[in-house]
């Protein structure tokens, strides 16, 4: 099946876990950027935070000393978004017990939130200094090792949290995503497994198994497989359903028969299914507008088709293939000077995209052309 006209190849766009602050146990940076409460509990809504506030400043001031009220005075005051007050209240528990480690560990993830990498190792390294046991201290710690790219200093911190607490599965995903940025995939792939025994729903590394066997192993079936999995335990995990609408087009452009077309509009259309429910939870997710776009181009829907490339381009105006594809569209639709104009803006934007370089040439001549 020949498809029509100038177009580039949909983008996979496949899953790249934002590693820095994954816990799943306490603070730090999760996968959809949101920052992880401090503690397991769970602190209920604002109303009941600000309570809890309340009543911990009035025991307070008839225990002014007491540490520990100042210490989860401090977390709920970051469970509510005040985070100058959180520090003034760890500073006065570490006044109150300065040989507490679990102070230096609060004090250093709260800084560590905040993407003050050189603060929050400092007070990390206190805790350990005066003998935490908490494994949350070392986890922080190798995250800190590997976002300065201390690859062996972050493994010997994820040692040490494994060995406080080996059933807590975050640690293993941490050792494996470490495995994997240096490109030790069967090592990755064993200790994924072993953080899907302490956990089967972990979703991260569900999407991280689904990206090795993929792209690495070249197993499609085993990827399909892992992405499966991730439905099961979140059907609306936008990841997992752009996931779904990749392999669906996938399946659909090994298709190159004409008394296949009917297969391949189902299969296209099932695709544009799963980037809508991608896109139902995620609005702003570009790789499904693009991948989307992409489909409704292969059924000759430009009008579906232009909008998304034109949503692309407004979430990202560097989009350079976002650009391509709309002066493709143009240029089907006989809008010349709109695809020139388009097509020259990839290229500003990529000067080594060679198919919009040869658009914009034989563009030009042929607009040249018709007038004279």
Known sequence: MQHKWRMISFSL?????????????????????TVDVVTNDSLGDSASVENRIRNLTEQLRFSKTNWELYMERS?????????????????????????????????????????????ATRQLRKA?????????????????????KDYTGADNWYNTAISLDSMQPTYYFAKGYLAQTQERFDEAIEIYRVALQRDPTFVKVLLALHDIYLNVKKDADQAFAFNERVILVDSTQPVARF???????????????????VEFQVLIKIAISEYNRCLEVDPNYVEAYYNRGYCFFLLNQFGPALNDFSTVIELDAFNDRAFFMKASIQEVQ???????????????????????????????????????
């Open 13 to 33: 766009g496949l899953f790249a876990i934002l590693f820095w602050g994954c816990g799943e146990k306490s603070g730090g940076e999760t996968a959809d950027g």
């Open 75 to 119: 977390k709920l005051w970051y469970e509510a978004g005040n985070i100058p007050q959180a520090m003034a209240d760890i500073d006065r528990a570490i006044e109150n017990h300065i040989m507490g480690p679990e102070n230096y560990y609060l004090k250093g993830f709260y800084y560590y939130a905040q993407r003050q990498d050189s603060e």
């Open 128 to 148: 350990v200094d005066l003998g935490s046991e908490d494994p949350e201290t070392y986890y922080l710690l190798g995250q800190l090792r590997y976002l300065a």
């Open 243 to 261: 996931n779904q609408g990749n392999f669906f087009m996938a399946r659909a452009n090994i298709l190159t028969e004409e008394e296949e077309l």
């Open 334 to 372: 006989g809008d010349m000077v709109s695809a020139l104009e388009n097509y020259r803006q990839a290229v500003r934007i990529n000067p080594q995209f060679r198919d919009a370089e040869k658009a914009v040439k034989e563009l030009s001549l042929k607009l040249k052309a018709q007038t004279g």
